[in-house]
Each structure stands twice: as structure tokens, then as C-alpha cells.
């Protein structure tokens, strides 16, 4: 059995860490919370130029045709940079979703949805408030066991403020005179197959996000010097980020892993994904607990960059589903009576 | 209009190179490798004039080991139509890869030639110039703006103190300067496109050239590092130590 990402998908990686790399820089990040929307068009723009909108759209409306663990490695670099467009849930949860709404909602938008012209937003009930909803031009909002295709004007939005002066959130009220375009069981699996992708995108984006604050600790304490050596060569400093580096490496595994089960659709994709969002999730915590501890007071100022992928991480922990959420969601899946347990389920 | 495009394989430039213990080079073990940077805008500019309608058709080639086809995948992702590798092993050093340019250039016939005005790794700044005297072709060096003009390429250079216009009639070289374009990223279906493109493989033997080498590389060593700065007590000290020690006053 071959794990390892293939020859594309690390070209990709690599390719699109390049460019976040390059364009997306905390000050870039800092210049937009002071924008009306809190969002960068020309961003976007380049974003869909260099394909990255249309990833996960089928290659017949104008897409690359690319699933979940094509996208999943680009989700955490995403993170990495703390990308605030909407990208990751667009390309991973949003046209996913309008893919199996079908019907002429999906061939109206998806081609659309590959230029970068429209961005698809995709939001669950769980969700109470919903990020991006301002920029949506498709907001697929699933409201009282009901999904909506809705475009701007057929909704209202009340702004809420968050500690992430990179998130816009919003509580969305439908239109009355809207209709639902999907309900009854066929909302229940769009639910779950859409919880599944959002949580995943989080997950991979907890990894980026993690690593990086890893990378600027290990950047931060190798500079600073007390009593003549640097920080991070004293036990007490290089332990608190050794713990988080083994956290993060356990985690990309179940991450890789619920990709690949939300790729190929697998029976057991739901545990895989709740397992993957903790995982990584509870390793972006232990990265921002420990890389303000080992920055020392510096760590707390708005000045340092540190708040923008700690806050990030903070966020991400609680959408999608909660740490409680997902650990009954694995619970679940352990105490059912036909639970498969055990080595020789590993792979199954 | 046929462009030729060389493009290198170096250390990538984000990346701090280091000496290898025994000083006899650069340590590559692990290092990321890629498109050197001036060659880079050397392919952008090349597909800026394909886009343009000037150029018809715009050929990649690099010289170096089987590696190098990575660099060339990337001019086809940025643009480039086909690709040529010169395979050829060990230290290339200026003379040769211009000798083995001047062999693809007599089966291409490009009316344009364009490089990178040097490399960051050797920073020789000299395959451009040996290729248009190897291929008697004119030269542009250092070009900041180029533009086609009939059967005259007109190249604004950057020289000393101030801009160079010069009229080159076709076909002729040219070789990049910072300020040329600012090179695109390659778009990810650009980047499965470029995996179809055609990729020649030619050996030295095949463009009748030898890849002898004149020069050798005695020694590689990092620069001295800086020593640690010390404050002074007062202005006095200071240029006291200016004109005695740093001997910058007199």
C-alpha cells in the first residue's frame, strides 16, 4: 500500500506554498482588517488565476476535476499563510456541496465557481454564525433540517464582531419568500457529507496553522539571547516546542487519512474526520499555548504576528463542530454494537 | 518568430548556502533547487511576446544533469511551448554550456535568443555574451525593455549611470536585468498541461560539442563572519577608532 502524496499533489503544494509565501504576508493580512470587508478582490483574483478556485470543480464546467486529497495539502499551506479568503471553504465545502445539489443550480454555478468568479460558501445549521456570508455570491446555507441556495438580496445579515480581526461574522436571516432546494433525508446526507468536508478543511488548515507558529517560535528563540545563548537552546524553552512538533506530526496522519475517506466517499469518514479535526486542532492549541510561552510577554502584543495564527487557530477549534462535538461523533463510532475495532480494521 | 529560452538549475534563493566540510564546493545535499531567477524573466518575457503575437513558438532549453528537466517543466508550466535538455554531468562551466547552446541554436534557428544576464549561484555574467560571439549574433546585455520592431530588436540596457538604447537586427541575443518583467506564477493547470509538452533529450555528442573543462574549482569557503560590534563611551572614542583601527579618516 502506497500513503505517500503523489508526484501532482506535491507539485502543487509546493507551487501554491511559493505563491502564499510570497504574496500573502501578515502585513498584507493587517492592511485588510481595515477594509470595509475585511476581504483582498485582487487576492482572489490571483487566487483563481492560479487555478485554485477551480480545483475542485468537475473538468467538464471548466474545472481541474480534484477532490478532497488533492485539495488537502493546499488547505494547510492555506493555513500556514492564515489565508483569510474564503478559499478552503469554496473549494472544499462549498462546490462539493452545490456538485450533489445538482440539477441547474449546480450547471448555472459551477462553471462560475472555476473562474473564481463566484465564490461558494457553504454554512451549517451548527454554524450560528456564518463567516464570509458579505461575500458569498452563493451562500448554500442548511437552516431548521433545510438547505438554501441563496444569492445576495434573498438574505440579511447582522454583523458580529470576533476576536479575529480576520474573520466577518454574520448571523444570516433568510428571505420568508425563499425556497429550500433541498430537504428531508437528501438535507440529512448533504449535512453530513458537508460536515465532513468543513471539518476536513479545518483540520488541514489547524495543521498550517500550527506549523507556522512552530516555525516563528523556533525563528523567535534561536535569535533571542539570554545569558549569552540563545533561548531556544535551554531545556525548558526547547521542550515546550518539541511537544508541540511530535503533537503536529500524530496529526497529519488522521488528517491525510480523513481526506482520503472524504474522497473516496468512505464508510467511515465521518470518524475519520472528527478524529483528524481534534488531532489537529488540539496540536494548534498546544502550538499557541506554548509559542507565547516560549515568546515570553512579547508574544501577548498586537504588534508581534504571533495573535494573527493563534487567534486563527482559536477560531477554527470551534467551527465545523467543537472538540465535544467531535469526540462524540468518535465515541460514537467506538460504542456502536457493530463497531470494527482493532489492527485489522485499520484499513478499512 | 522561433524564441529560445535557456533557463538554469540552482539553489533556490530563499535557501542559505553552505560550504561542504571538505571545501572542495556547495553542499546540494537537501537543498531545494530551482529556476534561476534572471532566467526566469527571461521565460516570462519570452511568453510576453508570445501572448503579444510577436513569437510563435517558445523553446525551453537547459544543460546540466537529468534533474535539470524540473527547471524545464517549470518554463513549459510558465508558458514555454516545448523544452530541450542538454544532458551533461559534473561543473559546466560558461565556455561549454555556451559551446552546447550554440549547438541547439544551430538546430533550432531561433531569431531570438534570451537568457538570464548570469546565474545566482556562479554569478559568471557570461554564457550570454560567449553564445553571440560563439553564434555571431548580436547581443543585448542587461536589457531593462525590449521590444521588436520589423526585422530590429530595439533593448533599452541599464548601464552606468543612466539607459542605453540600442537597435539589434535579428537574429540576436539578449540577456535579462532585474527590472526586465516581473515573472507570473505558474497557474496549477498550467503545471498539468506542462507535464504533456514535448521534452527533447540531446547528449554533448549530439551537437558535436566536448565538454572539457578548462577551469578548475580549487576551493570553496563561506564568507568571514562579521565580528560582534562594541559601543563606545563618547565621540572622541570613536574617531579614535575610526582613524586607527578602521582606518575610514585620516
Redesign the interface.
Known amino acids: 500500500m502506497d500513503f505517500t502524496f503523489n508526484e501532482?499533489q506535491l507539485?502543487?503544494q509546493e507551487?501554491?506554498r511559493?505563491?502564499l509565501g510570497n504574496e500573502i504576508t501578515p502585513e498584507r493580512l493587517r492592511a485588510a482588517w481595515d477594509t470595509d470587508t475585511g476581504r483582498d478582490p485582487a487576492l482572489w483574483t490571483?487566487l483563481a488565476?492560479?487555478?485554485?478556485a477551480?480545483?475542485t470543480v468537475p473538468e467538464e464546467h471548466g474545472g481541474?476535476g480534484m477532490n478532497a486529497l488533492d485539495f488537502v495539502l493546499l488547505a494547510q499551506e492555506c493555513g500556514y499563510v492564515a489565508l483569510a479568503e474564503p478559499l478552503v471553504n469554496h473549494a472544499l465545502a462549498g462546490v462539493p456541496l452545490l456538485q450533489d445539489l445538482g440539477g441547474a443550480l449546480a450547471e448555472a454555478w459551477l462553471p462560475k465557481a472555476a473562474t473564481g468568479e463566484a465564490r461558494i460558501i457553504a454554512a451549517l445549521e451548527q454554524n450560528l454564525l456564518v463567516e464570509d456570508a458579505h461575500v458569498a455570491d452563493l451562500l448554500l446555507l442548511e437552516r431548521a433540517g433545510q438547505w438554501y441556495a441563496l444569492t445576495q438580496g434573498e438574505f440579511s445579515l447582522q454583523h458580529n464582531a470576533s476576536v479575529d480581526p480576520s474573520r466577518r461574522l454574520f448571523t444570516v436571516t433568510v428571505n420568508d419568500a425563499v425556497q429550500p432546494v433541498a430537504s428531508g433525508d437528501q438535507a440529512r446526507r448533504l449535512r453530513l457529507a458537508t460536515l465532513n468536508r468543513g471539518a476536513l478543511g479545518c483540520a488541514a488548515q489547524a495543521l498550517g496553522l500550527a506549523q507556522r507558529m512552530v516555525d516563528m517560535s523556533v525563528l523567535y528563540t534561536s535569535d533571542r539571547q539570554q545569558f549569552g545563548k540563545p533561548i531556544g537552546s535551554f531545556q525548558a524553552v526547547k521542550h515546550h516546542l518539541a511537544n508541540v512538533a511530535v503533537r503536529l506530526e500524530y496529526a497529519k496522519a488522521p488528517v491525510h487519512r480523513a481526506a482520503y475517506a472524504v474522497a473516496e466517499d468512505a464508510a467511515g469518514a465521518g470518524q475519520a474526520v472528527s478524529q483528524a479535526k481534534l488531532m489537529a486542532c488540539e496540536a494548534a492549541g498546544l502550538a499557541a499555548k506554548n509559542s507565547i510561552q516560549v515568546h515570553g510577554a512579547m508574544g501577548y502584543t498586537w504588534e508581534v504576528d504571533l495573535h494573527i495564527f493563534m487567534k486563527k487557530a482559536w477560531a477554527l477549534a470551534n467551527t465545523w463542530g467543537d472538540a465535544g462535538f467531535h469526540k462524540q461523533q468518535v465515541a460514537g463510532h467506538i460504542f456502536a454494537d457493530d463497531a470494527v475495532l482493532g489492527a485489522g480494521a485499520t484499513f478499512q | 518568430m522561433k524564441v529560445l529560452v535557456a533557463v538554469k538549475r540552482v539553489v533556490d534563493y530563499n535557501v542559505k548556502v553552505r560550504a561542504k566540510g571538505d571545501g572542495t564546493d556547495v553542499d546540494l545535499n537537501n537543498v531545494k533547487m530551482a529556476i534561476n531567477p534572471f532566467c526566469e524573466i527571461a521565460v516570462e518575457e519570452a511568453v510576453r511576446l508570445k501572448e503579444a503575437g510577436v513569437a510563435t513558438e517558445v523553446i525551453a532549453v537547459s544543460v546540466g544533469a537529468k534533474p535539470c528537466q524540473e527547471q524545464i517543466r517549470t518554463a513549459l508550466a510558465l508558458g514555454a511551448d516545448r523544452g530541450i535538455h542538454v544532458e551533461a554531468e559534473g561543473r559546466l562551466e560558461p565556455l561549454v554550456i555556451a559551446k552546447l547552446l550554440k549547438g541547439v541554436v544551430d538546430k533550432e534557428e531561433p531569431q531570438l535568443v534570451i537568457l538570464g544576464k548570469q546565474s545566482i549561484d556562479g554569478d559568471n555574467n557570461q554564457t550570454g555574451q560567449m553564445l553571440g560571439a560563439l553564434a555571431n549574433m548580436p547581443q543585448g546585455t542587461f536589457a531593462s525593455e525590449i521590444k521588436v520592431e520589423g526585422d530590429k530588436l530595439n533593448v533599452i540596457r541599464e548601464v552606468d549611470g543612466g539607459l542605453q538604447t540600442l537597435s539589434l537586427s535579428l537574429p540576436a541575443i539578449v540577456t535579462t536585468d532585474l527590472r526586465l518583467n516581473e515573472p507570473r506564477?505558474?497557474?496549477?493547470?498550467?503545471?498539468?498541461k506542462a507535464k504533456k509538452k514535448q521534452l527533447d533529450v540531446y547528449t554533448p555528442e549530439d551537437l558535436g560539442v566536448s565538454v572539457t573543462s578548462h577551469v578548475s574549482q580549487l576551493k570553496v569557503e563561506p564568507p568571514a563572519e562579521r565580528k560582534a560590534g562594541i559601543k563606545v563611551e563618547d565621540v572622541a572614542q570613536l574617531v579614535d577608532k575610526l582613524k586607527n583601527e578602521a582606518k575610514v579618516i585620516s
Open positions: 501532482d507539485l502543487f507551487s501554491v511559493e505563491f490571483q488565476e492560479l487555478g485554485l477551480g480545483l481541474l | 506564477y505558474a497557474s496549477l493547470p498550467n503545471i498539468m
